[in-house]
């Protein structure tokens, strides 16, 4: 059974980087796509950002120029590059693979 099993959370002042890293277990990793969701307390849960598996990427729009996403096959690892953060990005971060598989979640903090 296939797991995902994520690191790379903490508290970061605003305007600091982050890297999130999904580790998955399993050799479908590398024909799947992958990707992190957030959901902030009494919020939805909203899609981040996703990447194909032949490395295409989408953003949602607060994100973009701030968050890349990237994929490591061989290390069947998929990452999320946080940069320019802000409060507004704190939340609990989930990794997620097609079509429903999920993490267990990581918590990211944006305070001074």
């Known amino acids: 059974q296939v797991q995902l099993v994520e690191s790379g959370g903490g508290l970061v002042q605003p305007g600091g980087s982050l890297r999130l890293s999904c580790a998955a277990s399993?050799?479908?990793?590398?024909?799947?796509?992958v990707g992190w969701y957030r959901q902030a307390p009494g919020k939805q849960r909203e899609l981040v950002a996703t990447?194909?598996?032949?490395?295409?990427?989408n953003y949602v729009d607060s994100v973009k120029g701030r968050f890349t996403i990237s994929r490591d096959n061989a290390k069947n690892t998929v990452y999320l590059q946080m940069n320019g953060l802000k409060p507004e990005d704190t939340a609990a971060y989930y990794c997620?693979?097609?079509?429903?598989?999920w993490g267990q979640g990581i918590q990211v903090t944006v305070s001074s």
């Open positions: 399993g050799s479908i990793f590398r024909l799947s796509t």
């Open positions: 990447i194909l598996h032949d490395g295409n990427t």
């Open positions: 997620w693979m097609w079509p429903n598989l």
